[in-house]
């Protein structure tokens, strides 16, 4: 996904919403299906039945029956109330459960959207940064090498102008002027790195440390000398370094001595 969501959490939250849906449609269901029990009875009777009316012999019996003073009964005297006995029905008892867990589970939706949100925004937000950054990239690469570019243009068109004052037809070319074109264009290219870059050309000389982390040695020379082991023996090409920091750019390209032991004559 990228910085702040991988792909494990997105299907976690995933897996979370397909099972919410499953409890959902099964709540959903046991509210639409009646239920097959028989309604729960608290009491010994349901609502609405009233006890049986008296037969006419038990009326008779009841009108012979003396009344004693234990238990006087005076047209004052209210009858005794039966207690009104209720039914709870199956079906609302397992509606007010579904309910109590539709509520429940609505708020672990709730959560869910929240995550899945924040989810998505942060993934929107990684793919807007990805693209600013590439952009970004794309600019500074653009304006690192502008410069460059515009001086290596510079050598280019004057190298070409000495190439112009060049013909290989005419007879009477002047070397020595030819040479100077060319160490023009060498000093023009070396104030060019010095002015703009803080780079200066290095050259070794003949006799001078061999030193590895300045120098790369190309070619070695035989020699019986120990006082001219590992020094330099001529300079190929020069080296570039950074005259404000010392960073070597490009090492220089030398020749270096290398001693020869002379086979002992008394063996």
Do not use: W
């Amino acid at each position: 996904m990228g910085l702040f969501t991988n792909d494990t959490e997105l299907a976690s939250l995933k897996e979370d919403v397909i099972n919410l849906k499953r409890q959902v449609q099964g709540i959903l269901e046991r509210i639409e299906t009646p239920a097959d029990a028989e309604p729960m009875e608290v009491g010994s009777a349901t609502a609405g039945e009233t006890e049986p009316e008296q037969t006419a012999e038990s009326a008779v019996e009841t009108s012979e029956t003396p009344v004693t003073s234990e238990t006087p009964v005076t047209p004052e005297t209210p009858a005794a109330e039966k207690p009104v006995e209720t039914v709870v029905p199956q079906e609302a008892v397992a509606s007010c459960d579904c309910c109590k867990q539709l509520e429940e589970l609505k708020v672990q939706v709730a959560k869910l959207a929240e995550a899945v949100d924040n989810a998505a925004y942060q993934e929107k937000m990684v793919k807007e940064l990805h693209h600013e950054l590439q952009q970004y990239k794309k600019g500074f690469l653009e304006d690192l090498t502008k410069g460059y570019l515009a001086d290596i243009i510079q050598v280019y068109e004057r190298v070409a102008d000495t190439n112009s004052h060049l013909n290989p037809d005419d007879e009477t070319v002047d070397v020595k002027a030819l040479k100077r074109l060319l160490e023009n264009n060498m000093l023009f290219i070396s104030d060019l790195l010095e002015d703009q870059y803080s780079i200066e050309c290095f050259t070794p000389q003949p006799g001078d440390d061999y030193k590895p982390k300045e120098q790369k040695a190309l070619k070695t020379e035989a020699t019986d000398d120990p006082a001219k082991a590992n020094t330099v023996a001529a300079c190929i090409a020069c080296g570039f370094r950074n005259y404000e920091t010392g960073r070597i750019i490009r090492q220089a390209k030398i020749k270096v001595y290398k001693l020869t032991v002379a086979p002992n004559p008394q063996k």
